[in-house]
């Protein structure tokens, strides 16, 4: 809390003296001030650990998504193997996509599909650890706490944990995923969540009594900024601690709020995840980094039609809707999508309908971001178990987003042992893409 005291001092009932005073809610980010977290900032440019302004949303598909019924549905395979809801022509000449997703194939030339990603551990928790940082952790489906830090921390340790200009907080996740955390980072560097104590924290604390309405609170905050500046308080505050104080009188929390958004783009969106991936915007265009968005059901084990007629459509009128938006808004080159889940599905249809775990093969998509769309990367061999061509790994999905963030990819943090640790070892960012 942040307690900036103005006017004549006076008097209360139990005689202690008092001044009006404004009381600030924090960011919930942590120990650390606002004001300490903008010099941390300061200081990453001041070691060179170049940054650009560019966003990512990756979108989440928890359970582990079919490679085969999504983005690659092969259907000149054996019956047993190819996509069961079919395929569907993309504007792509001769590319097709799984058959849930019509709006998506029209999009496609604004999309690169990802055909040959591959690694080796098809635990749910062992599979996450792998994809959202890039290293293996035989431990975490044993209940293991995840030992490498999530894209979206390091982003944040990067560029700060709020955005210099609007206050908003780098980086932010709409659903909890295992392994989105800082790990040895610290806390400081872990995902605001909207759902939870933080966003409350970012309300300013204002007697309701003398603010009748929301109109009225807001020009009470005006008249308090003015009143300040005009008694030559803000003079006095440290340089950091003053961007911290306009950044928290900022209006940036509307980000979260739907009411400000038209409803037309509203209703595009749709309900469900199409919320999320338009809030997901608003906080990009707003000056967040990263936004994780986690959209589960997709541990399809039986039934996989019809599990697929039930979220395919979701994520088609929601990612079509987010990327057409983007396109309209001048968005494209400066946020990335990402589409990825732990793993992919056995390539034969089991006994109940389904398909069960496999990580020697899934698929990526990625839309924006500066990046060469348009394209599908990469090919599976003929019975959609492995890739035919060189496999990519987490470890090249970690160097694109760098790639596209202009992080440096031989950036060191040191561990919980107090060593140097290269966030990225041997991956390098996907040829085709960059």
């Not at 008097?11 to 001030?33: D, I, K, T, Y």
């Not at 999508?337 to 069960?356: A, W, Y």
Request: aromatic share 8%; charged share 20%; with cysteine.
């Amino acid at each position: 809390m942040l307690d900036f005291l103005y006017g004549p001092a006076s008097r209360n009932c139990e005689g202690s003296s008092r001044r009006n005073f404004l009381r600030v809610g924090g960011l919930g980010m942590g120990a650390l001030s606002l004001g300490g977290l903008l010099q941390q900032k300061a200081r990453a440019a001041e070691q060179g650990l170049r940054t650009s302004d560019k966003s990512v949303i990756w979108l989440w598909l928890s359970g582990g998504p079919t490679h085969v019924e999504t983005f690659d549905p092969k259907m000149t395979a054996p019956a047993e193997y190819r996509s069961v809801t079919g395929e569907v022509k993309t504007n792509l000449p001769g590319v097709t996509i799984g058959g849930n997703f019509e709006q998506l194939s029209q999009l496609a030339d604004k999309m690169a599909f990802v055909r040959s990603f591959a690694h080796t551990n098809s635990g749910h928790s062992g599979g996450t650890h792998y994809v959202m940082t890039g290293y293996d952790n035989r431990l975490a489906d044993n209940g293991a706490n995840p030992d490498r830090p999530f894209i979206g921390s390091i982003v944040s340790r990067i560029r700060g944990t709020n955005h210099p200009a609007t206050g908003l907080p780098t980086y932010v996740r709409l659903g909890g995923i295992y392994a989105d955390g800082p790990a040895f980072l610290g806390t400081a560097y872990g995902p605001f969540d909207p759902a939870g104590e933080a966003r409350r924290n970012m309300a300013l604390s204002i007697d309701q009594g003398r603010l009748s309405n929301r109109r009225a609170m807001l020009e009470g905050i005006d008249n308090v900024k003015r009143d300040i500046d005009r008694k030559g308080l803000m003079e006095g505050l440290d340089s950091f601690e003053q961007q911290a104080f306009n950044l928290i009188l900022s209006r940036s929390q509307q980000a979260f709020d739907m009411k400000f958004e038209d409803p037309r783009v509203v209703d595009r969106y749709g309900k469900g995840l199409g919320e999320q991936m338009l809030l997901a915007r608003r906080l990009c265009e707003s000056g967040c980094g990263f936004v994780t968005i986690n959209y589960g059901g997709w541990d399809m084990h039986s039934n996989i039609k019809q599990e697929m007629d039930r979220r395919g459509p979701e994520v088609d009128q929601a990612v079509s809707a987010l990327i057409e938006d983007l396109e309209q808004r001048g968005m494209m080159d400066n946020v990335l999508l990402v589409i990825s889940g732990e793993f992919g599905r056995t390539p034969k249809i089991n006994g109940s309908g389904g398909r069960d775990h496999w990580a020697p093969l899934s698929t990526l998509a990625f839309a924006g971001g500066g990046l060469k769309m348009g394209q599908v990367i990469g090919e599976s061999a003929e019975k959609v178990d492995v890739p035919k061509t060189t496999p990519i790994t987490p470890q090249d999905l970690l160097a694109t987003v760098f790639h596209v963030l202009d992080f440096d990819q031989r950036v060191q943090f040191t561990n919980q042992s107090g060593r140097p640790t290269y966030m990225i070892e041997t991956g390098k960012p996907i040829q085709e893409l960059v």
